[in-house]
């Protein structure tokens, strides 16, 4: 079963937005949709967790309950973490591990989704504004995650030019979601002046971005 966290992206979203006032109604209106999908996804996971505790006191259900849980709380720190930041006033450019980050992210989601998953990162770093791209990192391999059938390729190097890159089979069992996670990369990625194609070939759905 799959405990859907709503902080993780909320926070983000936040940060992302607020940076450019002018986008702000477009971002609250985002925002609210957002939560109301993910909360309503995440409560209607827990409500599946529960039945079944109730019925057959599932071990795996209560283990699910327990992730989740966590998962959620250290996000909501997050939040605060976030929104203190952005009080201050003081957020700036970092010098980035992206395969270190690439490699935080499978772990918060490889125990929410049971995936083959194959791994080749070599070691890249970029300049940018770290929330912003653990954002699109997250959003793009969270996506890679739910969707898929069961296989995710995911690669980080560099020829010529620095590239992340993800593909994974499609689950047809699963609908498609609002495409909200690939409509905020895809500001991001104009807002930075950054790479990024998706398409769809042979049942495989396939994300690259390439930072100059």
């Given at each position: 079963?799959?405990?859907?966290?709503?902080?993780?992206?909320?926070?983000?979203?936040?940060?992302?937005?607020?940076?450019?006032?002018?986008?702000?109604?477009?971002?609250?209106?985002?925002?609210?949709?957002?939560?109301?999908?993910?909360?309503?996804?995440?409560?209607?996971?827990?409500?599946?967790?529960?039945?079944?505790?109730?019925?057959?006191?599932?071990?795996?259900?209560?283990?699910?309950?327990?992730?989740?849980?966590?998962f959620m709380e250290k996000d909501l720190r997050q939040i605060l973490q976030v929104v203190s930041t952005f009080q201050s006033g003081k957020y700036s450019i970092e010098n980035i591990d992206v395969a270190k980050l690439i490699t935080d992210?499978?772990?918060?989601?490889?125990?929410?989704?049971?995936?083959?998953?194959?791994?080749?990162?070599?070691?890249?770093?970029?300049?940018?504004?770290?929330?912003?791209?653990?954002?699109?990192?997250?959003?793009?391999?969270?996506?890679?995650?739910?969707?898929?059938?069961?296989?995710?390729?995911?690669?980080?190097?560099?020829?010529?030019?620095?590239?992340?890159?993800?593909?994974?089979?499609?689950?047809?069992?699963?609908?498609?979601?609002?495409?909200?996670?690939?409509?905020?990369?895809?500001?991001?990625?104009?807002?930075?002046?950054?790479?990024?194609?998706?398409?769809?070939?042979?049942?495989?759905?396939?994300?690259?971005?390439?930072?100059?």
């Amino acid at each position: 079963m799959l405990a859907i966290a709503i902080s993780y992206v909320f926070f983000k979203l936040f940060y992302s937005y607020v940076l450019q006032k002018e986008e702000f109604d477009e971002f609250l209106t985002i925002l609210f949709q957002s939560i109301s999908h993910k909360f309503g996804n995440w409560l209607s996971a827990q409500k599946i967790n529960l039945i079944l505790v109730k019925e057959n006191q599932d071990i795996e259900a209560i283990e699910c309950m327990q992730k989740s849980i966590d998962f959620m709380e250290k996000d909501l720190r997050q939040i605060l973490q976030v929104v203190s930041t952005f009080q201050s006033g003081k957020y700036s450019i970092e010098n980035i591990d992206v395969a270190k980050l690439i490699t935080d992210i499978i772990k918060e989601l490889t125990p929410l989704y049971f995936k083959n998953t194959k791994i080749h990162l070599q070691p890249i770093k970029i300049n940018a504004l770290k929330v912003e791209i653990k954002l699109m990192l997250f959003l793009l391999l969270e996506n890679a995650f739910k969707y898929s059938q069961n296989k995710i390729f995911i690669r980080t190097g560099k020829f010529k030019k620095r590239y992340f890159f993800v593909s994974n089979d499609i689950n047809d069992n699963i609908s498609s979601g609002s495409g909200l996670g690939l409509f905020l990369v895809k500001k991001i990625v104009k807002k930075r002046n950054i790479y990024f194609r998706v398409k769809q070939k042979n049942g495989r759905f396939l994300a690259l971005i390439v930072w100059t």
